[in-house]
């Protein structure tokens, strides 16, 4: 079984809402570009395996190739003549890396994640594999992390941003483009976050979550590790206590160019 495929088409013109965000600001494309993403979800546990691509340009960012088998990916890029410009990985858990090598295996293209992520996809013990797949799943580090680019990168005349939120695991990282977020497992809809796994946070998670929820704004369209994608707003009434906090943590906003909280 190959999961379920979508495909959801999202006007590049949208753009974080937050006041913090909007200070800083992201380049506006062309109008007639769209970010075209498409939502695969991985057997056995659910992942969620995305391909961004922009109308007019064949270089396509993936996050989090979670398939062991890469046909259902290798399908669609070949169908939409797409190659691979960025491998994208939220955080390290098997799932949400289980295809890494065989992908890498078909396309030359870096990879970028944290630090932290990029060491423990290296360690079946770390990735959780094998304990929790029945095999060892171990990959190459990455070839660029997050905090060696400055926490972005430039694709297709737009900006990715990446944005440090520890918790769910050492390694997670959000991304964002055009008024979208790839939460990984931070921010996932109608799920309580697993924070009992090792390495694990519940503190941290915390602390992410409420960047998240200072920074971005509610019309921001969140796509998942785990399930449908959905608008910010929704998530700011699944946890009011986060939303409502009138004192976020000083560690979350964004202070002297960094995107990350600090530690």
Same mark, same amino acid.
């Given at each position: 079984?190959?999961?379920?495929?979508?495909?959801?088409?999202?006007?590049?013109?949208?753009?974080?809402?937050?006041?913090?965000?909007?200070?800083?600001g992201?380049?506006?494309?062309?109008?007639?570009?769209?970010t075209e993403v498409l939502g695969l979800a991985n057997p056995p546990h659910?992942?969620?395996?995305?391909?961004?691509h922009v109308n007019g340009s064949n270089k396509a960012i993936l996050i989090d190739p979670g398939n062991s088998d890469p046909t259902p990916v290798a399908d669609y890029l070949l169908t939409?003549?797409?190659?691979?410009?960025?491998?994208?990985?939220?955080?390290e858990h098997f799932d949400h890396i289980a295809g890494l090598e065989e992908i890498r295996a078909k396309h030359v293209c870096p990879v970028i994640c944290s630090s932290a992520c990029s060491m423990a996809i290296t360690d079946p013990k770390s990735n959780f594999s094998r304990y929790l797949l029945g095999r060892d799943v171990v990959c190459r580090k990455a070839?660029?992390?997050?905090?060696?680019?400055?926490?972005?990168?430039?694709w297709n005349g737009r900006e990715v941003r990446f944005f440090r939120t520890p918790g769910h695991s050492p390694g997670s990282t959000c991304v964002g483009v055009d008024g979208l977020l790839f939460t990984g497992d931070t921010l996932l809809?109608?799920?309580?976050?697993?924070?009992?796994?090792?390495?694990?946070? &519940?503190?941290?998670?915390?602390? /992410?979550?409420?960047?998240?929820? @200072?920074?971005?704004? %509610?019309?921001?369209i969140i796509y998942p590790g785990h399930g449908n994608p959905f608008c910010f707003r929704l998530?700011?009434? &699944?946890?009011?206590?986060?939303? /409502?906090?009138?004192?976020?943590? @000083?560690?979350?906003? %964004?202070?002297n160019g960094k995107d990350e909280p600090n530690d």
């Open positions: 079984m190959l999961g379920k495929i979508k495909t959801l088409a999202v006007h590049a013109n949208q753009h974080f809402s937050s006041e913090n965000h909007d200070k800083k992201f380049p506006e494309p062309p109008l007639a570009m769209r659910g992942s969620m395996t995305y391909v961004l939409q003549g797409l190659g691979l410009g960025f491998i994208v990985l939220t955080h070839d660029h992390c997050c905090e060696d680019v400055d926490w972005r990168i430039v809809p109608n799920m309580d976050n697993v924070t009992r796994l090792p390495g694990s946070n &519940k503190q941290d998670l915390e602390t /992410s979550l409420s960047f998240l929820f @200072a920074n971005f704004g %509610p019309e921001t998530a700011t009434q &699944k946890i009011p206590a986060l939303y /409502s906090c009138t004192t976020i943590l @000083a560690g979350c906003r %964004p202070q």
